[in-house]
C-alpha cells in the first residue's frame, strides 16, 4: 500500500512540473468560425492564479474581456455582455470547468467532463496533450482541445479550443 501511496505522489508531482499552474502572459487569439472561415484576431493579457481566477482582458479590441470569479463567468465580447452563474447555466458550467482545468493541468477531468479521450505525446521540447471527443459532445463541449507546453518550463505555449458548435479559438501565449 505504501508502494502505491509513492507511486501516486510522484506521479501527481511529475504532472505539476510538467504543466505551469499559474500564468500572467500575453497572448493572441484567433477566432475561426469554421461555416463561413471568417476570422477574427484578438490579442491581450491572461492571468490565471492555479484555482478558480482567469482573467483574459483584451487589447485587441480594447475592453473586452472574459473573466472567471469563483462560479462567476463575466464576459463583455462581440458586442455582448453577460455576468453568467456557471452552477446554474450547466452550458458555462462545462465550458469554464473545462478551461480551468486545462489551465491548472487537470486534462482527465477536462477529458471525462467532454466525453473525450486523452493523448500525451512529447516531442521536439514539447508536450502536446490532445483532448478529442469520443462521440456526442455535451451541450457546451468542444469536439477537441490541444495544449502544447514547453518542457523547459512547463509554460502553455498554445490552446487550440474546437466548441461543438463549430468556432475554432487558438491561443498563442507570449
Not at 4 to 29: E, G, K
Not at 30 to 54: C, P, R, Y
Not at 109 to 121: G, H, V, Y
Not at 147 to 157: A, C, H, N, Q, V
Request: net charge negative.
Amino acid at each position: 500500500m505504501k508502494h502505491i501511496t509513492l507511486i501516486i505522489i510522484a506521479m501527481l508531482l511529475s504532472v505539476a512540473a510538467i504543466a505551469q499552474q499559474t500564468y500572467d502572459t500575453d497572448f493572441t487569439q484567433v477566432k475561426l468560425m469554421k461555416v463561413s472561415g471568417k476570422t477574427t484576431d484578438k490579442a491581450g493579457h491572461i492571468t490565471f492564479d492555479g484555482n478558480d481566477q482567469l482573467t483574459m482582458t483584451y487589447t485587441q479590441p480594447e475592453g473586452e474581456y472574459f473573466i472567471i470569479e469563483g462560479n462567476m463567468v463575466k464576459i463583455n465580447m462581440d458586442g455582448k455582455k453577460a455576468e453568467l452563474d456557471a452552477e446554474k447555466v450547466k452550458m458555462v458550467g462545462l465550458q469554464r470547468a473545462t478551461l480551468l482545468n486545462c489551465l491548472s493541468g487537470n486534462w482527465e477531468q477536462a477529458a471525462e467532463d467532454n466525453n473525450a479521450d486523452l493523448t500525451i505525446t512529447e516531442e521536439g521540447g514539447l508536450k502536446t496533450v490532445s483532448i478529442v471527443a469520443k462521440g456526442k459532445v455535451p451541450r457546451g463541449g468542444y469536439n477537441s482541445v490541444e495544449l502544447t507546453y514547453r518542457l523547459s518550463d512547463g509554460m502553455m505555449t498554445k490552446m487550440v479550443l474546437v466548441e461543438a458548435i463549430g468556432i475554432q479559438n487558438t491561443y498563442e501565449m507570449k
